[in-house]
């Protein structure tokens, strides 16, 4: 139900809420140059009641829904997903990187990818319809952490890159070992190295069988159970004497 009001006001209180009404609708469309401005009479009922409340609400709402403002807000919503995507891309122009846990499959990747930008989206007040392109760039952009730790030269992987050259030195010492006895002692420090190189991922399971193949294929001998009685240690200290 509404009432209708006749307002009788001198005309110096007319002529200053009108003033005062211009000066609103001046500023606003100083701002905003697509502001709709509200009509006088809705200016003047909120006056009357000293609540300018939802006046000004809807104001500021069509403020930051279009113009200068409305512009910046779509603005900053579309760079905030490309400005992550180009961090994550030069980062290892300046040496960082970002590492992906280490067995995960391409989809796996990517489906957690969209869940971590789905996130930063929500939390920095961004159009979440972005999510897709800034996941498809985060998991793009990710390394694998071993290979992140090898073009790093991290400490883990000097460790790592230090064990399969031992092994390499092993298998090498080995092909050319004279003395028996010390060579099968090699033999199980070259399998305890590989051992290493395995649970530390420098050597995969198909280069550590082909380093003991390759040994076993020059050094057979090194590979058979040595005899344990005193006519086979007798025999080989006499094979020793006639050596020399």
């Keep these: 139900m509404t009432t209708d009001l006749t307002l009788a ?30 009509e ?15 006046l000004t609400e809807r104001a500021v ?7 200068e403002y409305g512009w910046a807000r779509r603005v900053f919503d579309k ?6 995507a180009a961090l994550m891309r030069d980062a290892q122009r300046f040496g960082f990187g970002l ?27 961004a159009d979440t319809a972005y999510t897709e392109a800034l996941a498809t760039q985060v998991a793009a952009s990710a390394e694998d952490l071993r290979a992140l730790e090898e073009r790093m030269r991290t400490p883990a992987w000097r460790l790592a890159e230090s064990l399969r050259q031992r092994a390499y030195d092993l298998m090498y010492a080995l092909q050319t070992e004279d003395n028996e006895a010390a060579g099968r002692a090699r033999v199980g420090e070259l399998r305890g190295m590989l051992g290493l ?5 420098s050597m995969q399971p198909d280069e550590a069988s082909r380093v003991l193949e390759q040994v076993e294929r020059v050094r057979p001998a090194l590979f058979r159970e040595a005899p344990d009685d005193v006519f086979a240690r007798l025999a080989a200290w006499l094979r020793r004497m006639f050596a020399h």
Aim: with cysteine.
């Design 197 to 201: 190189a395995l649970e530390y991922g």
């Design 79 to 84: 760079q905030l997903p490309n400005a992550l």
């Design 9 to 38: 006001l001198p005309q110096e209180d007319a002529a200053r809420l009108r003033k005062e009404f211009e000066q609103f609708i001046g500023v606003s469309t100083g701002l905003d140059r697509e502001f709709l401005p509200p």
């Design 99 to 125: 590492a992906v846990q280490p067995g995960w499959s391409g989809e796996q990747r990517l489906a957690h990818a969209r869940e971590w930008a789905a996130q930063v989206l929500a939390e920095c007040g």
């Design 61 to 67: 709402s069509r403020l930051l829904s279009g113009g």
């Design 40 to 54: 006088f009479n809705d200016f003047l009922r909120a006056r009357l009641l000293q609540h300018d409340g939802p």
